[in-house]
């Protein structure tokens, strides 16, 4: 079965499941037939933007965000609606800027920045809540801190 094929799978397993790890995530697609890695998994989830939200019996799922729903908006829109929903804080040190976000959602936040390609930024790397992103200089970091934080407004 395809990429596309198992992706979609993944995508109707989360809305229709409260899921939450990888391997049970990996043990519902071996269910419908599809035989993965858990690195797979774990490039599908990146790949999808999936986020974890807290499910109604208050543990963490696997879900979409809703700009994911929202066809047709720039990298830019598509980070402002990820970052009001995941991030709580941004901050720097000389020209590193450092992203707090809620657990298991700064990957789909650094995803969504690297999509969104700021000529400042010579990388970034992304935990499971915190985001390091690396700016040309100091400056570049100030003014990169002061416009994400205009989108947490």
């Known amino acids: 079965m395809s990429k596309q094929q198992r992706q979609k799978e993944i995508i109707n ?3 229709s499941s409260d899921i939450s790890t990888q391997q049970d995530l990996q043990e519902m697609l071996k269910d419908k037939g599809f035989n993965t890695t858990q690195a797979t998994i774990s490039r599908d989830i990146k790949e999808l933007s999936l986020i974890k939200t807290i499910s109604s019996n208050g543990v963490y799922k696997y879900d979409i965000p809703s700009n994911i729903r929202d066809k047709g908006k720039s990298p830019q829109e598509l980070l402002k609606n990820i970052f009001k929903e995941a991030v709580l804080s941004v901050n720097f040190a000389t020209n590193i800027v450092v992203i707090k976000c ?11 920045l690297d999509n969104a390609y700021f000529e ?3 990388g970034t790397i992304a935990g499971d809540d915190t985001i390091f992103a690396v700016l040309k200089s100091e400056t570049l970091a100030i003014e990169f801190v002061g416009m994400l934080n205009r989108l947490l407004i």
Do not use: D, E, R, Y
């Open 13 to 15: 397993l989360i809305t």
């Open 102 to 112: 809620h657990a298991g959602m700064a990957q789909a936040v650094c995803a969504k």
């Open 120 to 122: 400042s930024i010579v």
